[in-house]
């Protein structure tokens, strides 16, 4: 089945610095699209991306989908405390096809 | 508009009982897919359902399974609980399969 490695697992960065983190697929995605989840809350949608090289902006957030269609990442700009939370990639192959997850990168901001 | 609500949020039970958990989509989706989210294996697709028919499932054994009513709202049963079962399970809905999907806050189940 499809698999998608997320990395890194986890972070710990200090507040104002930019993170940047990647997803890495065995097969080819369609679409790519980064979560946050935040304690106790479902997963929330942060951007979206539905064409190869496609580089799209939400705020301080930037994310790419790749030109092989097999690769994301997600960039974070200036981070600042409410940054915290899980992040995930997903992936789906297109039509019908289910949405496959991450693992998840949890970020901490220090202050 | 009101979001995906799931009910119930917390959840106890004992190996070998059954569970059903369920969800209510946002207004005017048809498409309901479940999760489920554990630490080591993040989120694992258990299957979605639009306009009342399974249109997509993942690699989970039977005792997992799920329905979907006329309007939308969506259950699912675990069958024979065993301890790996313990998970948040996240409902999402969706107005079509392939639209951006909106995660309720999830059931958090423990298994003793």
Known sequence: GQQLNQSPQSMFIQEGEDVSMNCTSSS??????????????????????????????????????????????????ASIPSDVGIYFCAGRSGGYQKVTFGIGTKLQVIP | KAGVTQTPRYLIKTRGQQV????????????????QQTPGQGLQFLFEYFSETQRNKGNFPGRFSGRQ????????????????????????????????????????????
């Open chain 1, 28 to 77: 080819i995605f369609n679409t790519w699209l980064w979560y946050k989840q935040d304690p106790g809350e479902g997963p929330v949608l942060l951007i979206a991306l539905y064409k190869a090289g496609e580089l799209t902006s939400n705020g301080r957030l930037t994310a790419q989908f790749g030109i092989t269609r097999k690769d994301s990442f997600l960039n974070i700009s």
């Open chain 2, 20 to 35: 059903t958990l369920s969800c209510s989509p946002i207004s005017g989706h048809r498409s309901v897919s479940w999760y």
């Open chain 2, 69 to 112: 009513f006329s309007n939308s709202r969506s259950e699912m049963n675990v069958s024979t609980l065993e301890l790996g079962d313990s998970a948040l399970y996240l409902c999402a809905s969706s107005y079509e399969t392939g639209s951006e999907q909106y995660f309720g806050p999830g059931t958090r189940l423990t298994v003793t």
